[in-house]
Nanobody, 123 residues
């Protein structure tokens, strides 16, 4: 059974940094496009960073460019998100996800999801 589990969320002050991790099982990360999404209260789920299975395509949301970076450890089937210079607007539940059908940057194109981890940016 395919499963993704996030960890690493928490409370951080504005300007701070945080690392999220995602562990996958039941499938291989390097077979699919994978990414991080987030959903703030009252807002739709949006892509933060997505990367294709062959690493040739990458998408970074406009709000996080130059601040967030993704890493993939195919051997460990794990995925990470390094966030720096965090802002209050980054507060959201963050999800890792996999797209088994190809390349996509929309939430409805992704098939496997973790349960989410809360990131709160506040002083």
């Amino acid at each position: 059974q395919e499963q993704m589990v996030e960890s690493g969320g928490g409370l951080v002050q504005p300007g701070g940094s945080l690392r999220l991790s995602c562990a996958g099982s039941g499938f291989r990360f390097d077979d699919y496009s994978i990414g991080w999404f987030r959903q703030a209260p009252g807002k739709t789920r949006e892509a933060v960073v997505c990367i294709s299975s062959d690493d040739r395509l990458a998408y970074y949301g406009d709000a996080v460019k130059d601040r967030f970076s993704i890493w993939v450890d195919a051997a460990k089937n794990s995925l990470g998100l390094h966030m720096k210079d965090l802002k209050a607007d980054d507060t959201a539940v963050y999800y890792c996800a996999a797209d088994v059908r190809g390349w996509g940057t929309k939430a409805n194109e992704y098939d496997y999801w973790g349960q989410g981890t809360q990131v709160t940016v506040s002083s």
